[in-house]
């Protein structure tokens, strides 16, 4: 049987039955040519809108949990559903899409729709495209427009489209960002600050270390979540003490798991043994498996030469400044 006939019956399971979709049928999709996603667009257009969230939930969590897979030629068909909802899923399926047209379908979302969520989507994926830019991974002629578009937002009276813009900002090096996220540290809403800590890290600016690490104790749970990512994702060994304390003290599960997913990132003295402890204590069969994954990713952290990406060389006074979060641009 053909791949098309494959995806058509796919097409068919989703539009009649309720039981969840195997393995396999959510691995049909994945590098799925453009012909064939279009052979089967007509059908998906047919199936009722709860069935394609419920379809397109298990298809996320399955890209969510699997490298391996990439459904990036149907989340392209997505971006034109008339649900806005699917329209969301779709953007969030993209993957490590680097195509021109796509960027400019998803610039003209952010532009144009009168969805709040499908905006903050759209101006969130946008981040995706300026990084390939910044980092000469893509040509992009509209990108000339990018910048103004979302400087203009992140002043935007909605919280939520303006902070979306921020995040995704925050990959240029312009220093009109500074006063942006500054502002944003110093928010009274939580939500701002949780921006701000996620624009500082993809700015890796010395002058945001001691902003970052005071985040790590936000009585704020996004807020606290941010700063423990940002610090993984950026190797701060500044942060590698500070987080093993927190394992003591926190009882939300998803920051405690980030926490030490992060602090495998980081690696560096006596990492290796608190993980160690934390499985010699668990029973749990998920969770002793989640923490291997760390111990593994460690080994891998520990082969490689160790570096910072803020770059941030520090004694201990000046460690106690920045945690005071009276750090200066040097």
Sequence with gaps: MSQTEDLKKLMDRIATDKNPFTDAELQLLSDADSRDIRAIMPLWSDIPEDKKRNFLD???AKYENDTRVNYENFAIALLDDPSDLVKILGLLLLGENNQS???DLVLRMATNSKDEDVQVGAISRLGHYIELLVNQEMAWPASKNVFDFLLSTAQDPNNRIAQAALKSLATFDDPILDDLIGKAFAHKESSWQEAAVYAAGKMSDQQW??????????????????AVLVCGNNMISVARQPLIEMLDDEDNDEIFHNIVWSLSCIGGEDVRTVIEAIIAETEEELEIEMLEEALENLSLTEEMEQFDLFKFDADDEEIEELNKGKNKRK
Excluded: S, T
Aim: hydrophobic share 50%; no cysteine.
């Design 58 to 60: 298990e298809l996320y």
């Design 101 to 103: 047209k796509v960027a």
């Design 209 to 226: 270390l001691g902003n970052i690490l005071n985040a790590l104790q936000h009585p704020d749970i996004d807020v606290r979540l941010a």
